[in-house]
């Protein structure tokens, strides 16, 4: 588990960087706000859709080969995506390299896959949640770093990302052990490698079916708060890289707060179903008031109130994961990373769009908060479709919580 949490950590720390300069970058292409939206979303929208191709045939081939390989080809994918980016001297060149970076990159759904592999199904919850942690500590340093580093120079941020994405390829080669057996490894079924046929099988999971719907709806609000986030906070408030690397300082500790430890506390006493639907629903109500928000300072707190909100995504990533066979976690992995990629090409295009509809407004117009809001609905949207469905659907074991509650604490 150490080796995939340090090969995460420096993953994310490294994706972490780009974020609050990305948008700026893109910026310095363009000549308004709303041309600044509308090629920011095209460039966000070429990773996602390679993306959504891609997933499920890396899945496979990780089913195949071993996760190791996957996950050096993604490290890979990322440090050209990077150092490209730096380099671009016109948009097309952003466009073009993060198609290829996105049809090579599958790191999320393949360490997820490791996890799973390493783990027995009672304690994937909470292994899921550590390895959150590690997403959230690559959140506390990467953007902090690259809202430093821009602003020094815009592009600086993309080589240190770049190289970094080198250093993880080198540790995976050298130190990172794999974690699938060969005698567990399964033959790659062509037909199924594909996003339509993974998605189908996501779908056809014992105790899933519906819950598709759940976690794509979840991962389309988590991504259009992403895609906006930079463009919005900068419209809003007047943001820049190094004002949104620290408000993502704040969400990178409270995820490691939540996913490193609360969740563990909180799995002990609740079974992950019902820690996913309170999550899903301190969402929608913090996407709510970050729409809301009319000063910086609420931003930070609205943060610091989403405390179930970080525990939903470990919690489905459980309950999905515990639904598949061990030689299938691959699969099934790419099929969730392929829903996410999915929301990924969707999200640009509803967040974007959304800002760039608003963005003749006054930044204190209540209605530029329109991205925000939308993520409030999808989210209580999956939220309600969550309670339908897990009423027909009771927890499965390695969904129960880890110690033995009460009656009335279980009912």
Not at 173 to 184: A, C, G, K, N, Q
Not at 235 to 251: C, D, K, Q, T, Y
Request: proline letters at 6%; hydrophobic letters at 50%.
């Amino acid at each position: 588990m150490s080796f995939i949490m340090i090969t995460v950590l420096i993953d994310m720390i490294g994706i972490g960087l780009i974020i609050p300069v990305l948008a700026p970058v893109v910026g310095t292409f363009t000549n308004s706000p709303t041309e600044q939206a509308f090629w920011y979303g095209v460039v966000t929208f070429a990773f996602g859709v390679a993306n959504f191709f891609g997933s499920p045939i890396l899945g496979a081939l990780s089913d195949r080969y071993g996760r190791r390989p996957v996950l050096l080809l993604g490290f890979s994918g990322l440090a050209l995506s990077f150092w490209v980016t730096g380099l671009a001297t016109e948009l097309w060149m952003l466009v073009a390299v993060r198609l290829i970076s996105g049809a090579l990159q599958a790191n999320v759904s393949v360490a997820n896959a490791y996890v799973a592999d390493i783990t027995p199904p009672q304690d994937r919850a909470k292994r899921f949640g550590m390895l959150g942690a590690m997403f959230g500590l690559g959140f506390v340093l990467g953007p902090v770093m690259g809202g430093l580093l821009g602003h020094i120079d815009l592009h600086l941020p993309f080589f240190v990302a770049g190289t970094l994405a080198i250093l993880n390829a080198l540790y995976g080669y050298f130190v990172l052990p794999e974690s699938l057996p060969v005698e567990r490894r399964t033959a790659i079924n062509w037909r199924k490698a594909n996003p339509i046929s993974s998605l189908k099988q996501l779908r056809d999971l014992h105790g899933v079916g519906p819950l598709v719907a759940v976690v794509g709806l979840a991962s389309l609000a988590q991504f259009t708060l992403h895609t906006s986030w930079v463009l919005y906070t900068g419209f809003r408030f007047g943001w820049g890289p190094l004002e949104n690397g620290w408000s993502m300082f704040a969400v990178g500790i409270m995820s490691i707060i939540v996913q490193g430890g609360l969740i563990r506390v909180a799995l002990k006493r609740l079974p992950a179903q019902r820690i996913a639907i309170w999550g899903l629903t301190s969402s929608a109500v913090c996407y709510l008031l970050w729409g809301l928000a009319d000063q910086g300072w609420m931003m930070y707190a609205v943060i610091g109130l989403n405390l179930l909100g970080f525990m939903a995504n470990p919690a489905l990533q459980s309950i999905v994961s515990g639904a598949a066979d061990a030689g299938s976690q691959g699969r099934t992995m790419g099929a969730v990373s392929s829903l996410n990629s999915a929301s990924a090409a969707l999200a640009p295009v509803l967040g974007s769009g959304l800002i760039g509809l608003v963005s003749h407004l006054p930044p204190a117009d209540w209605r530029v908060g329109a991205p925000m809001y939308l993520c409030a609905a999808l989210c209580a949207i999956s939220a309600l479709l969550a309670v339908r469905h897990f009423k027909h659907h009771p927890p499965r074991p390695a969904d129960a919580p880890a110690a033995s509650p009460s009656p009335q604490s279980a009912a």
